[in-house]
């Protein structure tokens, strides 16, 4: 059951669904950020925030659909109405955001505490597909591909997997959304000069909490705590990177649905890419509080995206099934990641 909370008078009614709900997922401290592609399965609230800005990589390349500006232009707007370039680059984020983009697939490599795993990534139009092809930056054994395409066979036999992972994407690429929109009326943005990057000089900003936003939901209560900086790509208005700092505790439901400590970081980075344009390259999320008033939370997860294609247009979701099946096992690109 999802927790779905608009405003504070709804808390009573759906309390104890959500409780359960955080339990299984907050559940040994497993937490695994949302990626389309890789999983169907209702997110815990706390990242509600990393959700928003894990989505700002999904974005076109050759088709891309951003406004875009001259960097002369950029640059005055930056100085003159920093919070106007925000928003547009956001809005950018939006139209190119998973499900408004031609399909794409990629390798992902994603770790936590307690795993350590590569997979590629195959997008449809009816969702996402993945395939297992690493366990701690070392290809499979025999036996472990073998249950991987057993699982893959199962999920292309199964409509009624098939149609829930749609929906449970859609819903929850909606819900992304939603925190994405209010992202620019969340913060006060200052000019901070410029920064270097492989890509050129990029516009630095700097963003404090906004004093006056009220958040709408639990999920973007978040972010009223969190303070950093975000860099934007002067021509094609695009979100290099983002570092969040959470400076002061948060708490979900008076504390009791959960807390966060201060001292947390999130950051995202994005990369030009060849084929595929703008892209994610480097997530990285360190948190601590805790769940339910007493279950500790120490949160570490580091994402890591490479080797981005396009995927054919119309394929469906047997489709995809059947390329991460017959691909050939050629070993994954070491992606190196700094300890947790």
Not at 14 to 24: N, T
Not at 139 to 165: C, F, G, V, Y
Not at 226 to 241: A, C, F, M, N, S
Request: with cysteine.
């Amino acid at each position: 059951m999802r927790l779905r909370i608009g405003d504070r008078s709804k808390i009573g009614p759906v309390l104890v669904a959500g409780l359960r709900s955080l339990h299984l997922k907050l559940r040994g401290c497993g937490f695994h950020p949302f990626r389309p592609a890789l999983s169907s399965r209702p997110l815990p609230w706390v990242l509600f925030f990393v959700l928003a800005l894990a989505f700002l990589p999904d974005v076109r390349a050759s088709s891309d659909s951003s406004a875009k500006t001259s960097p002369a232009s950029a640059w005055s707007m930056a100085q003159s109405d920093p919070h106007a370039l925000v928003r547009a680059a956001i809005e950018n984020e939006i139209n190119n955001s998973y499900g408004r983009r031609p399909p794409i697939r990629y390798l992902f490599r994603k770790r936590t505490r307690n795993l350590d795993t590569t997979k590629e990534i195959v997008e449809t139009s009816d969702g996402g597909v993945a395939r297992m092809v690493a366990i701690r930056n070392q290809p499979l054994t025999p036996a472990q591909t073998q249950a991987e395409i057993k699982r893959l066979r199962e999920l292309a036999s199964d409509p009624a997997a098939q149609r829930h992972r749609s929906r449970s994407e859609q819903k929850d690429a909606a819900r992304v959304a939603g925190i994405m929109h209010v992202l620019p009326e969340a913060f006060l943005n200052r000019f901070a000069g410029s920064v270097e990057t492989p890509n050129g000089p990029a516009i630095r900003l700097t963003f404090t909490p906004n004093p006056n936003f009220s958040p709408p939901t639990l999920e973007s209560r978040i972010l009223t705590g969190i303070r950093g900086e975000i860099w934007i790509d002067p021509t094609d208005l695009r979100v290099v990177r983002i570092e969040g700092h959470l400076f002061r505790t948060v708490d979900y439901g008076w504390g009791i649905l959960g807390t966060l400590h201060p001292g947390g970081t999130i950051s995202i980075e994005q990369a030009r890419t060849p084929e595929r344009g703008w892209q994610l390259a480097h997530l990285s999320l360190h948190l601590t509080g805790k769940a339910l008033m007493f279950k500790p939370l120490n949160i570490v997860v580091d994402e890591t995206a490479t080797d981005y294609y396009s995927a054919p247009k119309n394929w469906k979701f047997t489709n995809a099934i059947d390329w991460l099946i017959q691909m050939p096992m050629t070993p994954p690109a070491q992606v190196e990641l700094p300890q947790p």
